[in-house]
């Protein structure tokens, strides 16, 4: 075999009077260091508001002012927007070229490799991508398909059924094993399980469809298995650069040892303190162990924060300190003074909300931004007190981490017709298309299936649509069913051609399905109208069917909840969000509420000291979000059904800490009526004092 000589592009010194930047000028020492670092693999621990996007950029930057052709770099981030904003702002600092570079996310990256090669994994070009939802309803038809319409009693359902599949895959685990740490409950019923796992592989080929794991497993499989491949790819990647390298899972930490096999660069920039990605199968072991996966690693490490006070620091150290397994660093920062991090008790979740609400409002009078503020919690429940007040105040807000738009039944109606119209057979999206027909029920949609099924098999795509519309009349028992069925069809033939703009198929779409819409919706349609709103303009933004159906499966986008009524429509919102969607964010003031023991760990993460640890680090996540002011905040009572009102327990990760990291608070309503004009009634104006240390 010929022998194969990698050509290195020259390196320049840090110093090169031919550089247009100034790195050392415009990086601290640590950030310099790891954005000008030579060849090789280097882990970067950077640590919360260290300024790691600012090192990536510059790094993007530098790698391709020193003559690395940017189409030979890849920059793998946690969302598409992250890499579009780092290489929109490389591209600021140097020049266009920045926007060459290859960016996106994991799936995304191996979406495009798949449908490239999807010849050698069998796969037809214009395979489906499900997201979870669709991959429960694949996990029903290959149920139906092995026969089982009676399950055991005591089984897992569908959702459950997927985690245990991802958690294997993702995982490189055996089922038995999955079931044996996570699910002991099912594990006598292996077997079946096991069947099950076959039988929804078997169906997502048949059906031309894939899910999220699949991307990463079959991408990987395919460098793996077909070394002309691997050596095609790789040799095209002359760097690869990862971002949140803590939250990698082994299929993706596999794949970046793939990338750089050629050539042997590989930057992953991540700190293993903010790994909270878990139950997806992320694993802060990967981050943890670098060097003993890449021997001669470099480790450099961020440490100086940017972002927030001492105090904030102190309290977010002293909540990592416990941790079990982590890198050492120390955060640390030139800003000077600082309020203490408060713990606020509040007697229910009425009166938390009523302390956020007054605070915020205060702030804002103050001259603090809305947008600059942020309210955090561990789950979308937390909040519905708080979103109640803030809507009584009219003080306008957006929420993150809830539902997102492509989870909403209307936008997946639509999708799953465009689904049909891109791979006709693409089951799922057929079944649920023909359930929206007025009188088709599971078995009038299970017999047109068959057909569709055995059509696209034998004649091809095209033959499913074809096939369909001359067997509705004896397919289907009732003649306005089979004109109904047929009223499908006939708007789904228009969208097969290619050529049409996005857009315009969309709006096709909805010209048949909108009376679908609001016979099915009857109770609340005028509310959903703006989401289909929301396809069409998104359809607009992409060039074609594929990339749009790509995005939506790939991207979901955030579902954000209209301003309360007579909110300013100029003024940015509030933000709310999970903890896990603020990840990356920065704010003024960051209130974190419902910090109870239970919520924060969550009671189901208690089993292993590894889940702890997690539930620690995305407190830690949380507490470093905040440049300036930080509260914490947790109501006393709480309610559960049955049982009725009880006590709680702030979060253990902060009971108990000295009151010099920590300052306890506690709400007492005001007795004297304070004067007239102010935003709230007097009778409900909560006064702050501090119950001790405070002035
Ligand atoms: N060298 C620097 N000088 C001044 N400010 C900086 C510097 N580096 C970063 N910053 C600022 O510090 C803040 C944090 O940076 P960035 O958002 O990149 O942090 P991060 O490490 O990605 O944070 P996290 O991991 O917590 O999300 C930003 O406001 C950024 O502008």
Not at 234 to 250: C, F, M, S, T
Not at 272 to 294: C, N, P, T
């Amino acid at each position: 075999m010929a022998r194969r000589f990698v050509l290195q592009p020259r390196e320049p010194s840090p110093a090169d009077p031919g550089l247009t930047l100034d790195y050392a000028a415009d990086l601290d020492s640590q950030q310099h260091a790891a954005a000008t670092a030579g060849d090789g693999v280097t882990l970067v621990v950077a640590g919360a508001g260290t300024g790691k996007t600012r090192t990536l950029v510059y790094r993007v930057a530098y790698l391709v002012e020193t003559g690395v052709p940017p189409e030979q770099i890849v920059l793998l981030t946690f969302t598409r927007r992250a890499a579009s904003e780092m290489l929109t702002r490389a591209a600021g600092l140097l020049d266009g070229r920045c926007e060459r570079v290859r960016g996106g996310t994991f799936h995304a990256y191996c979406l495009e490799l798949l449908r490239r090669h999807s010849e050698r994994i069998g796969y037809p070009q214009r395979f489906g991508v499900l997201d979870a939802a669709d991959a429960a309803d694949v996990v029903d038809l290959a149920r139906t398909r092995l026969g089982l319409d009676r399950l055991p009693k005591r089984f897992p359902k569908k959702r459950t059924l997927l985690a245990m599949f991802s958690a294997a895959t993702n995982r490189g685990l055996e089922l038995d094993e999955v079931l044996a740490e996570e699910y002991p409950q099912y594990a006598e019923h292996l077997d079946l399980i096991e069947r099950l796992r076959g039988a929804y592989a078997e169906t997502k080929r048949r059906t031309g469809v894939m899910d999220f794991d699949d991307l990463l497993a079959l991408a990987l499989e395919l460098l793996r298995e077909n070394p002309d491949v691997r050596r095609q790819v790789a040799g095209r990647i002359r760097h690869v650069l990862v971002d949140e390298y803590q939250d990698v899972n082994l299929l993706q930490a596999d794949l970046v040892e793939q990338f750089q096999s050629v050539h042997g660069n590989a930057m992953m920039v991540g700190d293993d303190a903010q790994s909270i990605y878990r139950f997806r199968g992320a694993d802060v072991g990967h981050i943890l162990e670098v060097q003993k996966r890449y021997n001669g690693a470099r480790v450099l490490k961020l440490e100086h924060n940017y972002r927030s006070t001492q105090p904030i620091l102190d309290l977010a150290n002293r909540v990592l300190d416990e941790a079990v397994e982590k890198y050492d660093k120390r955060l640390f920062t030139d800003r000077e003074g600082g309020d203490l991090p408060a713990l606020v008790a509040a007697p229910d979740d009425d009166m938390e909300a009523r302390f956020v609400a007054q605070v915020v409002l205060d702030k804002r009078e103050a001259g603090t931004d809305l947008n600059r503020m942020a309210v955090l919690f561990r789950s979308g429940w937390c909040s519905y007190a708080l979103e109640a007040e803030l809507n009584r105040r009219k003080i306008p807000f957006v929420k993150f981490g809830g539902l997102k738009l492509t989870e909403a039944a209307h936008v997946k109606d639509v999708v799953a017709h465009l689904r049909v119209a891109e791979n006709p057979a693409d089951a799922v999206a057929w079944n649920r298309a023909l359930r929206l027909v007025e009188g088709v029920g599971p078995t009038t949609a299970g017999r047109l299936l068959d057909w569709i099924g055995a059509a696209a098999t034998g004649g091809g795509p095209a033959a499913a649509v074809q096939m369909l519309r001359q067997s509705v009349d004896e397919v289907v028992p009732s003649a306005s069913v089979a004109a109904s069925v047929g009223r499908l069809v006939e708007a789904l033939t228009p969208l097969r051609d290619d050529d049409m703009p996005p857009e315009e198929q969309v709006e096709r779409l909805l010209g048949y399905y909108r009376p679908v819409f609001e016979r099915v919706y009857a109770d609340d349609f005028p509310k959903r109208e703006a989401d289909l709103d929301a396809v069409v303009a998104l359809a607009a933004r992409h060039r074609s069917r594929t990339a749009l159906l790509e995005s939506l499966a790939l991207d979901p986008l955030d579902w954000t909840q209209e301003p309360a009524e007579g909110a300013r429509k100029d003024e940015p919102p509030l933000v709310l969000s999970t903890i896990h969607s603020a990840k990356g964010l920065e704010f003024d003031t960051v209130f974190l509420i419902h910090a109870l023991d239970g919520v924060l760990p969550s009671a189901y993460a208690l089993a292993s000291s590894d889940e702890e640890d997690e539930e620690r680090r995305l407190l830690y996540v949380a507490l470093t979000r905040a440049e300036t002011e930080l509260y914490a905040s947790y109501p006393l009572v709480q309610y559960r059904r049955g049982t009725g009102q009880y006590l709680t327990e702030p979060s253990r990760f902060l009971s108990g800490l000295p009151e010099s990291l920590l300052e306890p608070w506690s709400l007492v309503e005001e007795a004297t009526p304070p004067a007239s004009g102010d935003a709230l009634p007097e009778a409900d104006r909560p006064a702050l004092p501090r119950s001790s240390g405070g002035a």
